[in-house]
C-alpha cells in the first residue's frame, strides 16, 4: 500500500536566514601601517572591549630594504615594489572610510639616503603620508603590542622584535607591580618608556637597546661565507658582540619568574616547526610558551635540512627560507645569554602597538583583566 503524502509536502522549504554581518561602524575604525625592511604590513581595526577586532589586513613581501646595506641607498626596483603595495592598502583605507591610522617606517628609511625622496614618492602616487619612527618608539610599540602574554608570575621581562633591519630589546621590572596588574603596566608604556607620574602601578623600563642588525642586514653582512653551519656561528656570535652595551647583559638571571617575549617572523616560523603544523594556525601559535631546549632542537633541526631542505619545508616557505638562519642565529644568541623555560612566541608587533597606542589615546578601550 503506497502511503499517503503529507499534506505540503514537495513545497519549497522555509528559507533559514543567517543574519547580515554588521558592517563596522567608519568612526570607530584604526589602521596601522608598518613598513619595514622586508615587507609591507597593514592592519585595519575597531575596538572591542580592553582589544581590537581586525576589519581588514594586508602584509606582502617589498624587500624594501634589498641592496641597501651596500650603497645605501633605496634601489628604484624596492620602492616601486613598496609604492605598488602601498596603492593597494590606500584603496583599502578608502573603502572602508578611515580617518584615524598611524602610517610608519622603520630601518630601512632611518638608514636610506634617498628616504625622503622615497616618501614623497609614496605621498605624490598614492596620497599616504609615511612618518618614519626612531628607535625608541617602535621598541615601544612593540612592547605594548605584547602585553596580553605577560604572565601575572613574570617579575623580569625581556621583549625581543626581531625585524629585517633592527632587533630591538626591551628589558623591563614588574616586581613592583602587583601580579594582576602586570600586563595592564605594560600597556600603559604607551605614554613612553619613562611616563610622568601616576597613580597606577608602573613597569620600569631597566634597559633598552636597538641592535641595527635584523634577519636581512645580518643575513647580507656575511653573505661571502659558503659553508651553512659556519655562517650560522658566525652571525650568532656576532649578533652577540653587539649586546655589550645592553645593561642586563652580564646579569644571571634566575628562570623563576623570568619571560622572554618574542615578537618576529622567526619566532612564529620555529614555533610553527616546533609543533609540526602542515598549515600556518596564528591561534596555535600566538602565546605558545616553548623552552630553550624546544627552540634548541628546532634550529638544530634547521641546519641539518641544509638550504635545499629548508627550501622544501612548508613551515619555513619560499620567501623565509633566505632569512630564517639568521633570525635564528639571533634567537640562539638570546637564549644562550638568558635561557629560559618560558618563552612566549607573539604574532603580533608593530601594528598591533600602533592600534593600542591610538585607541589608549583615545579612551576607547574598555578597564579590564586582558
Not at 60 to 80: C, D, F, I, T
Not at 355 to 361: D, G, H, P, R
Request: aromatic share 6%; proline share 6%; net charge neutral.
Amino acid at each position: 500500500m503506497t502511503p499517503k503524502r503529507p499534506e505540503g509536502a514537495g513545497a519549497f522549504p522555509i528559507p533559514v536566514e543567517s543574519p547580515a554581518p554588521t558592517p563596522p561602524d567608519t568612526a570607530q575604525l584604526y589602521a596601522a601601517l608598518d613598513l619595514g625592511t622586508n615587507s609591507c604590513r597593514m592592519l585595519i581595526a575597531q575596538p572591542k572591549g580592553n582589544q581590537f577586532h581586525v576589519v581588514d589586513s594586508f602584509s606582502k613581501s617589498v624587500q624594501l630594504g634589498a641592496g641597501l646595506e651596500s650603497s645605501g641607498m633605496l634601489s628604484r626596483a624596492s620602492m616601486a615594489r613598496t609604492v605598488q603595495a602601498m596603492r593597494i592598502c590606500q584603496q583599502k583605507l578608502k573603502r572602508h572610510k578611515v580617518k584615524r591610522m598611524r602610517l610608519v617606517a622603520t630601518e630601512a628609511c632611518r638608514r636610506a639616503r634617498n628616504a625622503g625622496e622615497f616618501i614623497q614618492q609614496v605621498k605624490r602616487e598614492t596620497g599616504l603620508e609615511l612618518e618614519i619612527i626612531q628607535t625608541e618608539e617602535e621598541a615601544r610599540l612593540a612592547v605594548i603590542s605584547c602585553a596580553p602574554l605577560v604572565s601575572t608570575k613574570t617579575e623580569q621581562l625581556l621583549v625581543v622584535d626581531i625585524g629585517g633591519g633592527s632587533t630591538e630589546l626591551v628589558w623591563i621590572d614588574l616586581s613592583q607591580v602587583a601580579p594582576r596588574e602586570r600586563p595592564r603596566a605594560i600597556m600603559r608604556l604607551h605614554a613612553g618608556f619613562h611616563p610622568p607620574e601616576s597613580p597606577f602601578p608602573a613597569a620600569r623600563v631597566v634597559d633598552w637597546i636597538s641592535v641595527p642588525l635584523g634577519v636581512a642586514t645580518l643575513r647580507d653582512q656575511f653573505s661571502d661565507v659558503e659553508d651553512d653551519a659556519a655562517r650560522f656561528a658566525l652571525m650568532s656570535w656576532y649578533f652577540e658582540e653587539n649586546l655589550a652595551e645592553f645593561a642586563p647583559y652580564k646579569d644571571e638571571q634566575k628562570r623563576e619568574g623570568f619571560q622572554i617575549v618574542g615578537t618576529s617572523g622567526t619566532v612564529t616560523t620555529v614555533a610553527a616547526s616546533h609543533l609540526g603544523l602542515k598549515r600556518y594556525d596564528r591561534t596555535k601559535v600566538d602565546g605558545l610558551r616553548m623552552t630553550s631546549d624546544q627552540i634548541d632542537k628546532v634550529i638544530r633541526n634547521y641546519l641539518d635540512l641544509g638550504p635545499a631542505g629548508r627550501r622544501r619545508d612548508p613551515r619555513i616557505g619560499q620567501d623565509r627560507q633566505a632569512l630564517i638562519m639568521s633570525g635564528a642565529a639571533i634567537l640562539q644568541a638570546l637564549l644562550r645569554l638568558w635561557p629560559t623555560d618560558r618563552l612566549s612566541v607573539a604574532d603580533r608587533g608593530l601594528r598591533e602597538g600602533l592600534l593600542y597606542a591610538q585607541m589608549s589615546a583615545d579612551g576607547v578601550l574598555e578597564d579590564g583583566p586582558f
